[in-house]
């Protein structure tokens, strides 16, 4: 039989994780205590999807201990500590977690030698994180393809996912372009097809109200290659680039109606003129013809191509 207290709102037995109280991600403040016969109160979260878990403790007493477990029961955290509360006045204390799918344990309790009873308020928040990535990825093994020129990456650092792994395959001699969003200070290792590091890198947020960007560049010879992100927890996003990939720029020429010329078969074509931009597809055979709106002689016309490669740099016209 389970027990509401009248003058809170835990559900009481819940001294042990197989007891444990079930609340939601996203928790308005649950009213509690521990006193000198209970202890212990557990309280399980499920979270479906990786995100940030925010948890905020109000607590009426002088010293209390917050644990958080994952579902085998390894500690995430441990809040034991002086809080100074009282009666009348509680303290505050919250902190956020990067954590994976899964089902979660709270644990609130005496601190060990330092007996404090009262009550206490617990609250949750859960943010869902846009990360896009496909675990697992977690080693060279199980790395994630990342197609340069034409994939990114958001991905996760969490406290149960350490560690995040991407193949990419360079098909030219070239150069290999790493371009890196970090929200938290990450570290970045690069490694070729034997798992010879190329490059070690520690990547320092200079800033806390906004992202910084980071990139570097390494001379490659056609191979395969992995790009290892780790470091705090947190999200970031990784996109990689190798000119000497990319499509060839179309061959074209332009008239006051319309772009025509030849690139690769089956292929989407750019046309820029200012600000406005007009598509099309080449044909089996690469040959193409975009409409445009009647230009003056002269005007400047931009045409690229999209292939699975990329997107080619631009081929400069003028009307005629």
Known sequence: ?????????????????????????????????????DSTDYYKVKLDQAGLLNIKMTAYMEYISVQIFDSNLYEVTDWSEEYNGSELSGRVKQDGYYLEKGTYYIKVSQVVYRSSTGKYKIETKFSKTPNNEKEPNNGIEQAQKIKPNVQSVTGLISWNDSSDFYKVDVSKTGVLNIHLTIYQNKDIKIYDRDGYELLNRWIFKSSNTSSDKWSTSLNVKKGTYYVQ???????????????????????????KTKVTGTTYANSKVTVKIGNKKYTGKSSSTGAFSIKIPTQKVKTKVYVSVTTGAGTSKTTKLQVK
Do not use: C, F, H, R
């Not at 835990?10 to 994780?17: A, F, K, V």
């Not at 470091?231 to 720029?249: D, Q, R």
């Open 229 to 255: 992100i780790y470091g705090n927890t947190g999200l970031y996003k990784l996109n990689v680039k190798v000119p000497e990939m990319l499509p060839k720029s179309p061959k074209a020429k332009a008239t």
């Open 1 to 37: 039989m389970t027990i509401v207290d009248s003058e809170t709102s835990e559900i009481e037995p819940n001294n042990g994780s197989e007891l444990a109280m079930a609340i939601k991600p996203t928790q308005k403040p649950i009213t509690a205590q521990l006193s000198w016969n």
